[in-house]
C-alpha cells in the first residue's frame, strides 16, 4: 500500500511539474498534411460515412457523431491528385482514382490496396479516371483514354476497351448502362454496346451514335432513367450546354433554354438529380423538374451553391449531401436548411514563400513565372495560428481586391502578430493582429514603381529594421526602420535596374542580395550606420574566381547558419561562404562546393540539383528544398545526408519544393511544394539559454509507439535519463534544444511502467535541468 501510494504521488507530481504535455500538433518524426477542403468534386456514402473527395485528396463525415476525418497520402491514400470517389456497398470498399491513372481499395478496417496498372503503363496522352460505373462486382472506369474493367473482389485489372474506330484511344468521360448495354459519353459522341457481349475490347463491337444531334460533340455525362437516356452535350461558351434525351430511338432536346454548364447526372429510386453550374436540380420519371436547390440560404455559408456532385442519402429522402467547390460538403434538407462540413485547411495549394515566428506561421501563395513576370494570383494570404488556418484575400480583406502576387512574408521574431508581405505588383503590405493595416508603396516608403511596385524579399534585422527589396528600380534596398521612418539604398553601377530577388542578414550585419535570372548576386554593408551613406560598402558577387567562385550566377535561394557561414542554392548545387568577412578584403573569400561521396564518386552536394530553399535547424542542419529531388536534411558541414524525402518514400506530395520553414520552438518542418503544403515534426529546437524543460507526451501511454520528446535544453544539452533507483538506461544529445528518446534501453527493449528522471546538461555544466517521465507500459 505504500508502493501503491507513492507512485501515485509520483504521478501526481509528474502531472503538477511543467513538463506536461502540450499540444504539440503531431508527434516527432510524424507527418501532417496542410491541404485546402473547400474545393470539392466528387462525393459518395457508404458505411454511415460521407466521403468527399478534392482534387487532392478525400475527408470523411461520420454521420452517427458529426466527426470529420482527414484521408491523405499521409494515412490512407497512395498518391495525390484525386479525380472520383465511389463506396461500392456490397463489397465495402471505398474506390478512390486519380487523375494519372492511380487506383486505392480502401476496406473498412483501413487497408488500402493500391493498383498502379494504369498509371505505370506507357499509355500517351490522358490517363485520368473520369468517372465510375459499378456493375456487380466490376467497377468500369472512363478514362482519358477508354474503359477500365476494374474487379474489385480479386482487386485486380480484368479488361480495358479502346472503343473508338480502329482501336484508337478516346476520352470517355462517363458511363451509364441499362441492364443490358452500357453507354459511354466520350470526346467525340455516344457510344454503346452490350454488355453481354464477351469481345467488348474489340472496337467493332462499340456502336457510335451517328444519329442524333452533334455525333461528334464533347459529352461529359450520361444517365439511364426509367427507360430515357440523358446526356449532356458540353458548350463551347458559359453556360452553354445542352441536354438531350434519348427514348423508343428518339432524340431530342430535353429544353432548348435549359443551358446551364452541367456536371453530373446521378440516379437515386425514382429520382434523377442534374448538377448544374449554380443549382441542382430534381427530375422525376417523366422527366419534370420537380425541386431546385438554387441557394443554401444559411448565414454559415456564405457562398452561392457551386455544386459539382451531389447524391441522396441512404436513408433519409429530402437530404442532399453536395459536393461544393467553395465550402466542402453541403447538407441539404430543403431549400431552408444547409450545413456544411470540411476540415479546416488554407484556400489553395499554392505556397510560394512560409514564414513561421513563435508558432505564428504565414504563406505567401503567389507566384512568378520562369522569366519572373507576374502569374496574376489573388489568393491573398494564408495564416496558421493557434492550429487554425485562415485564409486573407480580397473576399474578407479590404484592400487586398487589386494585389496580387504576394510573394514574400515576414513575421517579426519580436512581435509574431505583426507580419510583412511583399507583393510583385503593388509593394508591401503590413497586417496587425491578422488585420491589414497599411499597404506600402511610392506614395508612402521609398519603395518605387516602375510599371509595378515588386517586393520579393524582406527581412528583420536584430534591431527590428526590416529590410525590403525592390525590383527594376534603382533603389533596390530599402529599410523600414523600427521607428517607421524609411531608407533607400541607390546601387546604380552595380546592377541594371532588373529583378532583385530574396536576401539574408550575416552575422555581422551584411545583406546578401539575390539577382535572379543569371545575375548573381550583391553584397551590401551599412557599417551598421544606416542613415549615413558615406561609409556603406556594395559588391557584386559571381562565379568569377576572386568574385565569389560561384558554381554558377543562377541563384535561387540563401541562408545563414549558426557558424555565420553563407550557403547559397544554385541550378548547379550548393556552395558555402565559410568566411564571409572577408567578402570586402577580396582574399581568401571565394565560395566552395560541398564534396560528398556518392556510390564511391566524389562530387559536389546536389551538383545536378537546382536548390530551391535551404532552411538551418535548430541544430544547425541543413533541410534542402530542390526543384525535382524532393527534401534533403544534411548535417551541419554537408557531408552526411540523414533524410531524403521523395514522393516516393514519404507523404510527400511533390519532388518539386516552393519553400520551407521551421518552426523553431516545436520543431515542425513546413514545406511548400507545388501540390501543397505538407510538415514533418523533426528532431531540432532552438536552444534556450536558461532550461525550462518540458517532455511530451508526458505520461507515456502503453500505446503510444513515437518518440518522447525533452524540449526547452541549452544548446546541444548532454541527456541522461535513469530509472527512479538511479540507474542509467539511455543518454543522448539534444539536436540543438530537443532530445529525443525512443522509449528504449540500451537493450532495446521498452522501458518498464515507472517514473524515469531526466538529467541534462550544457557542454560546459553551467545550465542544467532535471525533469521526469512517467511510463506507463
Not at 361 to 385: K, Q
Not at 554 to 570: L, Q
Amino acid at each position: 500500500m505504500f508502493k501503491i501510494k507513492n507512485i501515485y504521488l509520483l504521478i501526481i507530481s509528474v502531472l503538477a511539474l511543467n513538463n506536461t504535455t502540450l499540444s504539440q500538433g503531431v508527434g516527432i518524426g510524424e507527418w501532417r498534411e496542410h491541404l485546402p477542403y473547400n474545393n470539392c468534386i466528387s462525393i459518395t456514402e457508404g458505411n454511415g460515412k460521407i466521403f468527399c473527395a478534392t482534387k487532392y485528396s478525400v475527408f470523411s463525415y461520420d454521420k452517427s457523431d458529426n466527426s470529420i476525418q482527414r484521408i491523405s497520402k499521409i494515412n490512407y491514400l497512395s498518391d495525390i491528385g484525386v479525380s472520383r470517389v465511389k463506396y461500392h456497398n456490397g463489397l465495402n470498399l471505398l474506390l478512390v482514382t486519380y487523375t494519372n491513372g492511380n487506383i486505392d481499395l480502401i476496406d473498412n478496417n483501413g487497408l488500402t490496396t493500391n493498383i498502379s496498372d494504369i498509371k505505370r503503363k506507357p499509355i500517351t496522352g490522358n490517363k485520368t479516371i473520369n468517372n465510375i460505373l459499378f456493375i456487380d462486382n466490376f467497377a468500369y472506369l472512363a478514362c482519358g483514354f477508354g474503359i477500365v474493367v476494374l474487379d474489385l473482389a480479386k482487386k485486380e485489372i480484368k479488361d480495358t476497351y479502346y472503343i473508338a474506330e480502329g482501336g484508337f484511344q478516346i476520352k470517355v468521360f462517363d458511363l451509364t448502362t441499362d441492364g443490358s448495354k452500357i453507354y459511354a459519353a466520350t470526346e467525340s459522341g455516344l457510344y454503346e454496346a452490350d454488355l453481354s457481349c464477351p469481345y467488348l475490347s474489340n472496337y467493332s463491337y462499340w456502336t457510335k451514335h451517328t444519329e442524333m444531334p452533334h455525333p461528334d460533340g464533347i459529352f461529359n455525362t450520361v444517365a439511364y432513367f426509367h427507360g430515357t437516356l440523358y446526356i449532356n452535350l458540353y458548350g463551347n461558351a458559359y453556360n452553354d450546354d445542352t441536354l438531350y434525351i434519348y427514348k423508343n430511338g428518339i432524340w431530342n432536346c430535353y429544353d432548348p433554354t435549359y443551358t446551364s454548364n452541367r456536371y453530373e447526372l446521378n440516379v437515386k429510386d425514382n429520382i434523377m438529380l442534374v448538377i448544374e453550374e449554380g443549382d441542382i436540380d430534381q427530375l422525376d420519371t417523366n422527366g419534370i423538374n420537380i425541386s431546385r436547390i438554387y441557394t443554401y440560404n444559411s448565414t454559415s455559408i456564405p457562398n452561392a451553391p457551386s455544386p459539382r456532385d451531389a447524391i441522396f442519402d441512404n436513408e433519409i429522402n429530402n437530404v442532399v449531401w453536395i459536393a461544393d467547390a467553395n465550402v466542402g460538403i453541403v447538407r441539404n434538407e430543403g431549400v431552408w436548411t444547409s450545413t456544411n462540413f470540411q476540415p479546416n485547411g488554407p484556400k489553395t495549394t499554392n505556397a510560394w514563400d512560409i514564414s513561421v515566428e513563435n508558432s505564428n506561421l504565414w504563406v505567401a501563395p503567389g507566384g512568378l513565372d520562369g522569366a519572373w513576370n507576374n502569374v496574376y494570383n489573388g489568393d491573398g494570404l494564408f495564416s496558421f495560428i493557434d492550429e487554425n488556418w485562415a485564409t486573407h484575400n480580397r473576399d474578407n480583406t479590404p484592400g487586398l481586391d487589386t494585389i496580387y502576387d504576394i510573394v514574400c512574408v515576414a513575421v517579426n521574431p519580436s512581435n509574431s502578430s505583426q507580419v510583412f508581405a511583399g507583393s510583385w505588383s503593388k509593394g508591401l503590405l503590413e497586417f496587425n493582429n491578422q488585420t491589414l493595416t497599411n499597404v506600402y508603396d511610392s506614395t508612402n516608403s521609398t519603395l518605387k514603381c516602375n510599371y509595378r511596385t515588386g517586393v520579393a524579399g524582406i527581412i528583420f534585422d536584430e534591431d527590428n529594421n526590416l529590410w525590403v527589396t525592390n525590383s527594376a528600380v534603382n533603389t533596390a534596398l530599402n529599410v523600414r526602420m523600427n521607428n517607421g521612418t524609411w531608407k533607400g539604398f541607390n546601387f546604380s553601377g552595380f546592377y541594371s535596374n532588373s529583378e532583385v530577388g530574396d536576401l539574408a542578414i550575416d552575422k555581422q550585419n551584411r545583406k546578401w542580395i539575390i539577382l535572379p535570372r543569371n545575375n548573381g548576386m550583391l553584397v551590401f554593408d551599412d557599417n551598421n550606420t544606416i542613415t549615413n551613406s558615406a561609409d556603406d560598402h556594395i559588391k557584386r558577387i559571381s562565379n568569377s574566381t576572386g568574385n565569389g567562385g560561384l558554381p554558377s550566377n543562377e541563384i535561387f535561394s540563401i541562408a545563414v547558419d549558426r557558424d555565420g557561414e553563407i550557403w547559397v542554392g544554385t541550378d548547379k548545387g550548393i556552395a558555402v561562404f565559410y568566411n564571409p568577412e572577408n567578402v570586402f578584403t577580396g582574399s581568401n573569400f571565394d565560395a566552395q562546393q560541398i564534396m560528398v561521396d556518392q556510390d564511391g564518386y566524389i562530387q559536389p552536394l546536389l551538383g545536378s540539383e537546382s536548390v530551391k530553399v535551404i532552411a538551418v535547424d535548430g541544430s544547425n542542419k541543413k533541410w534542402i528544398g530542390t526543384d525535382r529531388a524532393g527534401v534533403f536534411l544534411v548535417s551541419a558541414d554537408g557531408t552526411k545526408e540523414f533524410e531524403h524525402f521523395t514522393t516516393e518514400n514519404s507523404p510527400l506530395f511533390s519532388n518539386t519544393i516552393n519553400t520551407i520553414a521551421i518552426d523553431h520552438k516545436t520543431g515542425e518542418v513546413f514545406f511548400g511544394t507545388d501540390k501543397g503544403i505538407i510538415s514533418y515534426k523533426g528532431y531540432a529546437t532552438d536552444s534556450v539559454e536558461k532550461n525550462g524543460v518540458v517532455v511530451y507526451p508526458n505520461p507515456v501511454k502503453e500505446n503510444y509507439t513515437g518518440y518522447i520528446g525533452i524540449k526547452g535544453l541549452a544548446l546541444n544539452s548532454n541527456v541522461k535519463i535513469t530509472d527512479i533507483s538511479g540507474t542509467l538506461i539511455y543518454q543522448t544529445t539534444a539536436e540543438g534544444g530537443q532530445a529525443i528518446w525512443n522509449g528504449l534501453n540500451f537493450e532495446g527493449k521498452k522501458a518498464k511502467t515507472g517514473i524515469y528522471l531526466v538529467f541534462a546538461s550544457n557542454e560546459d555544466g553551467s545550465v542544467t535541468t532535471v525533469a521526469k517521465i512517467m511510463i506507463i507500459n
